[in-house]
């Protein structure tokens, strides 16, 4: 079965194996994750072994092997962001866009959660991040005030 979509972007790159890591990036930006049969397609359009594909989307971390959603919450945890109580943020996001157990995507694909190291802004802490725009001093009514209006926004718009 063909895709067209792929298939644009292994010809922009020529159908050439040696370019694997360029192509899953494109691919990525595309889909916003690499799915198993997008890697197994792209494996056999390049004549790879499907471990071959495989193993580099795994081994790098900016690879997603599972779907993210519109908007990506990076929120910190490390020690200044940690120490002003982060997890009274994180735990208001989860129940704010309906996260359970090791979930990091909501079911409606609007948001993904991923608590990171560090922000590099430790004297804004807690510190977080909704796609590129940076939130210091965050609490968990601001954060949950945050998603509640880019809610209301994507609501709207459909």
Do not use: W
């Amino acid at each position: 079965m063909e895709d067209p979509t792929l298939d644009k972007i292994l010809n922009q790159y020529k159908c050439d194996s040696k370019k694997l890591l360029p192509i899953l990036q494109a691919v990525q930006e595309k889909e916003k994750y690499l799915s198993e049969a997008t890697m197994k397609y792209v494996a056999h359009k390049l004549d790879l072994p499907e471990t071959q594909v495989f193993g580099v989307a795994s081994f790098y971390s900016h690879f997603a092997l599972t779907a993210k959603g519109k908007y990506i919450i990076r929120l910190c945890d490390g020690t200044a962001c940690h120490v002003r109580k982060s997890d009274n943020v994180r735990n208001t996001i989860r129940e704010t866009i309906g996260l359970t157990g090791n979930e990091q995507t909501s079911k409606d694909l609007l948001f993904t959660l991923e608590i990171v190291s560090c922000l590099g802004a430790c004297g804004l802490a807690p510190v977080m991040v909704i796609n590129e725009e940076v939130y210091g001093q965050i609490t968990p009514e601001k954060a949950q005030e945050l998603i509640t209006e880019i809610k209301r926004k994507e609501n709207a718009n459909n």
